[in-house]
Antibody, heavy 122, light 110 residues
Framework: EAQLVESGGGLVQPGRSRRLSCAAS????????MHWVRQVTGKGLEWVSG????????AYADSVKGRFTISRDNAKNSLYLQMDSLRVEDTALYYCAKGIWNDIYYYDLDVWGQGTTVTVSS | QSVLTQPPSASGTPGQRVTISCSGSRSKIARNSVNWYQQLPGTAPKLLIF???QRPSGVPDRFAGSRSGTSASLAISGLQSADEADYYC???????????FGGGTQLTVL
């Protein structure tokens, strides 16, 4: 069974950095694009970033462009999100999600983790 | 404000059929397919409909998606209490070069 487990969340001060990780299992990780989606408590879903199977295609939401960096290590079946210059408004539950095929333009997200919470506060 | 517009709430009684709409501009819904996600309370979202009207394995045929022009709809027939959840539409935005979600619709089964 395909599974995604996020980690790395926690309390961080504004302006500081945090790195999220997502460990994948139960499927051939390097066959699929991966995405990060976040959700503020009580609010809707916001797509953050996506990366293709070979890291050849990467895209970001305007709200995080220039501050966040998505990456993956196919040898480790892992997805990452490096978050720099964090802002209070980045506070959210961050989900890792699997696309249904290898490019980010296959944006149907068919497997989701349970999320990791990032709280940006002084 | 979301790029895709959904009603914030919807409701129905058990056994009823309800429809949730999702509207966007021509550069979005009309150009790219729409997905629907179901998020039960306290859980991660689940892909309910992809490519406008396709159901992943395991999703009952009570759930049906459609798209016409710049709007998409999710219809749920034979409403059950277990269907109480938030529902989100999503598509690819060519101008933003990314995925966009609707604001979500909270479905209540009365």
């Amino acid at each position: 069974e395909a599974q995604l487990v996020e980690s790395g969340g926690g309390l961080v001060q504004p302006g500081r950095s945090r790195r999220l990780s997502c460990a994948a299992s139960g499927f051939t990780f390097d066959d699929y694009a991966m995405h990060w989606v976040r959700q503020v408590t009580g609010k809707g879903l916001e797509w953050v970033s996506g990366i293709s199977w070979n890291s050849g295609s990467i895209a970001y939401a305007d709200s995080v462009k220039g501050r966040f960096t998505i990456s993956r290590d196919n040898a480790k079946n892992s997805l990452y999100l490096q978050m720099d210059s964090l802002r209070v408004e980045d506070t959210a539950l961050y989900y890792c999600a699997k696309g249904i095929w290898n490019d980010i333009y296959y944006y149907d997200l068919d497997v989701w983790g349970q999320g990791t919470t990032v709280t940006v506060s002084s | 404000q979301s790029v895709l517009t959904q009603p914030p709430s919807a409701s129905g009684t058990p056994g009823q059929r309800v429809t949730i709409s999702c509207s966007g501009s021509r550069s979005k819904i009309a150009r790219n397919s729409v997905n629907w996600y179901q998020q039960l309370p306290g859980t991660a979202p689940k892909l309910l409909i992809f490519s406008n009207n396709q159901r992943p394995s395991g999703v009952p045929d009570r759930f049906a998606g459609s798209r016409s022009g710049t709007s998409a709809s999710l219809a749920i027939s034979g409403l059950q209490s277990a269907d109480e959840a938030d529902y989100y539409c999503a598509t690819w935005d060519d101008s933003l070069n990314g995925v966009v979600f609707g604001g979500g619709t909270q479905l209540t089964v009365l």
